[in-house]
C-alpha cells in the first residue's frame, strides 16, 4: 500500500525557533513537494524535489529551505519560526515527472508558531 | 499563468441531495491534466480523478460523474445521491506542462447532513 508518513500530526513552536518537518515515502517515488494549506488559499507549493540533492523552488519559498539527502526523505525546514507560518502542511510524492501522475498526500502537520 | 478557480467556498446540503462542485481553470497550454482530491477530516488528500486535455468524455464512477469541457475551461464534479461520508474538502488542480507541477483550487468544502 503507497504511503506517505509525515512525523508529526501536530506541533507547537515559538518564535524564531528552527523547525524541521519530516516525510517519507516507501513508493520509490523520484519526485516530493511540500505544500502549505490555509483556508481560502487552497494548497500553495513551497518546494519541490525531483532527485536527491535537487530542489526547486514552488511559489512561497520565503522563510523556508528544504533538505533531500535521501530518495526517500524530504525535509522542510523553518530557519526561524514566525507566526505567519502557522498553518497546514503537506508532503506528497509522486512517481516521475510525468504529467498525468497523481500526487500521494501525507496526513499533514498542523503547525501552530506562538 | 495558471490558475484554478473553485468559486464556491462552501456547500451544505441534506442527505440523497445531488451536488455539483464547479472547477473553472485556466492555461495556455495545450496538453494539461485535471485532478479531483478529496480531504476528509483525516487531513490526507485522496485522488478521485483525472483527466487530459484531449479527452472530452464525461466520466462516472458510481455516485461520482465529471464533466470537463474545454470550451468553458470547466471540469465540473458532481456527487449524485450525497451520503454523509461524502463531507469533505474538494480541490481541483491542473497539472502544469512546463514544470510538471500541480495548481490547486482554493477547495470547496462539502457538509452532507442526514
Known amino acids: 500500500d503507497v504511503k506517505v508518513t509525515q512525523s508529526s500530526r501536530y506541533l507547537v513552536k515559538r518564535t524564531g525557533e528552527k523547525v524541521f518537518l519530516e516525510c517519507v515515502q516507501d513508493m520509490d517515488h523520484e519526485n516530493m513537494f511540500w505544500y502549505r494549506q490555509d483556508p481560502g488559499l487552497g494548497l500553495r507549493l513551497i518546494y519541490f524535489?525531483?532527485?536527491?540533492?535537487?530542489?526547486e523552488k514552488g511559489d512561497i519559498p520565503e522563510g523556508y529551505s528544504v533538505s533531500r539527502e535521501k530518495k526517500e526523505r524530504f525535509s522542510l525546514i523553518l530557519e526561524s519560526a514566525s507566526t505567519n507560518q502557522t498553518s497546514m502542511y503537506l508532503c506528497?510524492?509522486?512517481?516521475?515527472?510525468?504529467?498525468?501522475?497523481?500526487?500521494?498526500f501525507g496526513p499533514g502537520t498542523r503547525l501552530t508558531v506562538l | 499563468a495558471q490558475k484554478v478557480t473553485q468559486a464556491q467556498t462552501e456547500i451544505s446540503v441534506v442527505e440523497k441531495e445531488d451536488v455539483t462542485l464547479d472547477c473553472v481553470y485556466e492555461?495556455?497550454?495545450?496538453?494539461?491534466?485535471l485532478f479531483w482530491y478529496k480531504q476528509p477530516p483525516s487531513g490526507e488528500l485522496v485522488f478521485l480523478i483525472r483527466r487530459n486535455s484531449f479527452d472530452e468524455q464525461n466520466e462516472i464512477s458510481g455516485r461520482y460523474s465529471w464533466n470537463f469541457q474545454k470550451s468553458t475551461s470547466s471540469f465540473n464534479f458532481t456527487i449524485t445521491a450525497s451520503q454523509v461520508v461524502d463531507s469533505a474538502v474538494y480541490f481541483c488542480?491542473?497539472?502544469?506542462?512546463?514544470?510538471?507541477?500541480?495548481?490547486f483550487g482554493a477547495g470547496t468544502r462539502l457538509t452532507v447532513k442526514p
Open positions: 488542480a491542473l497539472s502544469e506542462a512546463l514544470r510538471r507541477i500541480m495548481r
Open positions: 492555461t495556455r497550454d495545450t496538453t494539461y491534466y
Open positions: 524535489s525531483y532527485d536527491v540533492k535537487m530542489k
Open positions: 506528497a510524492s509522486s512517481p516521475d515527472r510525468g504529467l498525468s501522475n497523481e500526487q500521494f
